[in-house]
């Protein structure tokens, strides 16, 4: 049985950060790209990152230079650093694997 399980998530102030982390299970987690999309109030789900199983990462122009993606494959995790934390960023954020999701987890930028 598949299961991502996000957790990090929070109340952070603008220019804060924070580290999102997901456990993974299920499936051979080594050879398989991962990712983070997020869901703001009233918007669709959006892309935000992803990480081969090599390593090799890509992000949404909206987070880049801020948010990095990594993984570590021995303990089947993946995480998002979440730096310069903007109040645009406030949405729930989830970890992807395929076509399966994770329950997401919520994180609020305000002062």
């Known amino acids: 049985q598949v299961q991502l399980v996000e957790s990090g998530g929070g109340l952070v102030q603008p220019g804060g950060s924070l580290r999102l982390s997901c456990a993974a299970s299920?499936?051979?987690?080594?050879?398989?790209?991962m990712g983070w999309y997020r869901q703001a109030p009233g918007k669709q789900r959006e892309f935000v990152a992803t990480?081969?199983?090599?390593?090799?990462?890509n992000y949404a122009d909206s987070v880049k230079g801020r948010f990095t993606i990594s993984r570590d494959n021995a303990k089947n995790m993946v995480y998002l650093q979440m730096n310069s934390l903007k109040p645009e960023d406030t949405a729930v954020y989830f970890c992807?694997?395929?076509?399966?999701w994770g329950q997401g987890t919520q994180v609020t930028v305000s002062s």
């Open positions: 990480i081969t199983n090599r390593g090799s990462t």
């Open positions: 992807t694997w395929g076509s399966m």
């Open positions: 299920g499936f051979i987690f080594s050879i398989y790209a």
